[in-house]
T-cell receptor
Framework: GAGVSQTPSNKVTEKGKYVELRCDPI?????LYWYRQSLGQGPEFLIY????????DSGLPNDRFFAVRPEGSVSTLKIQRTERGDSAVYLC???????????FGPGTRLTVL | AQSVTQLGSHVSVSEGALVLLRCNYS??????LFWYVQYPNQGLQLLLK??????LVKGINGFEAEFKKSETSFHLTKPSAHMSDAAEYFC????????????FGTGTLLAVQP
C-alpha cells in the first residue's frame, strides 16, 4: 500500500566521508531506479535494477558511486570519499517492470560540507 | 540520444487563466513522453503519459497534453489555473526500451497569482 520511501530525508556529511542512502520500493515492483537532482536541474539517471542485478549503471558519474539491491527489494546507494559536488537530492523510483510507470520517493537531500 | 527542452524556467499566471507549459523533445525512436509535478518537499508525481495511443492525453487535476510529432512537442495545458497548481513541472522522455530510464527537462516553476 505505501509508496516509495527513502531514508534519511536529509544527510549532512563532510568532504571525504562515506554515505549510504536507502530506498524502499513499492512492494512487488521489480524495477528500481536512482536519479540525482542538482539545484535548478531536472533529475538525472544514475542506475537501474531489474530484480537484484544492476541492468544499467551508465549514469553513475564515477567509481565512487555504487549501488546494491541484494534481495531484489531494498536498495542502497553508496558514495565513497564524498565531494562537495555530490550535494544534491537523490531520488529513487520503482515500477512494475519494463514500460511501467515510475513512482518516485520523496528523495534524500545530501549536503557535503 | 534523447533529450528534452522546456522553454521557460519560470511561468506566472493569474488564478483562472490558461496554463501553458512548453516541452520539446528529441528522439531517434518513437518516444514515450511524461509530465511530472513536484510540490515542495515532495517526490515527483506523474501527471500524464503518452505511449503512442491517442495524441491528446488527459491527466490528473485537469491537465492535458498533446503530442505533435511534426513539431516534436508535448506541451502541457490546463484551461483554468488554481492556486494549488503552483509547483515545479518536469517533462521527460523515455525510449521505452530495456532500461526505460527517463530523461528529464530542467523544469518549469509555475506560480499562480491571486
Amino acid at each position: 500500500g505505501a509508496g516509495v520511501s527513502q531514508t534519511p530525508s536529509n544527510k549532512v556529511t563532510e568532504k571525504g566521508k562515506y554515505v549510504e542512502l536507502r530506498c524502499d520500493p513499492i512492494s512487488g515492483h521489480t524495477a528500481l531506479y536512482w536519479y540525482r537532482q542538482s539545484l535548478g536541474q531536472g533529475p538525472e539517471f544514475l542506475i537501474y535494477f531489474q530484480g537484484t542485478g544492476a541492468a544499467d549503471d551508465s549514469g553513475l558519474p564515477n567509481d565512487r558511486f555504487f549501488a546494491v539491491r541484494p534481495e531484489g527489494s531494498v536498495s542502497t546507494l553508496k558514495i565513497q570519499r564524498t565531494e562537495r559536488g555530490d550535494s544534491a537530492v537523490y531520488l529513487c523510483a520503482s515500477s512494475t517492470g519494463q514500460g511501467g510507470v515510475q513512482f518516485f520517493g520523496p528523495g534524500t537531500r545530501l549536503t557535503v560540507l | 540520444a534523447q533529450s528534452v527542452t522546456q522553454l521557460g524556467s519560470h511561468v506566472s499566471v493569474s488564478e483562472g487563466a490558461l496554463v501553458l507549459l512548453r516541452c520539446n523533445y528529441s528522439s531517434s525512436v518513437p518516444p514515450y513522453l511524461f509530465w511530472y509535478v513536484q510540490y515542495p518537499n515532495q517526490g515527483l508525481q506523474l501527471l500524464l503519459k503518452y505511449t503512442s495511443a491517442a495524441t491528446l492525453v488527459k491527466g490528473i487535476n485537469g491537465f492535458e497534453a498533446e503530442f505533435k510529432k511534426s513539431e516534436t512537442s508535448f506541451h502541457l495545458t490546463k484551461p483554468s489555473a488554481h492556486m494549488s497548481d503552483a509547483a515545479e513541472y518536469f517533462c521527460a522522455v523515455s525510449d521505452g526500451g530495456a532500461t526505460n530510464k527517463l530523461i528529464f527537462g530542467t523544469g518549469t516553476l509555475l506560480a499562480v497569482q491571486p
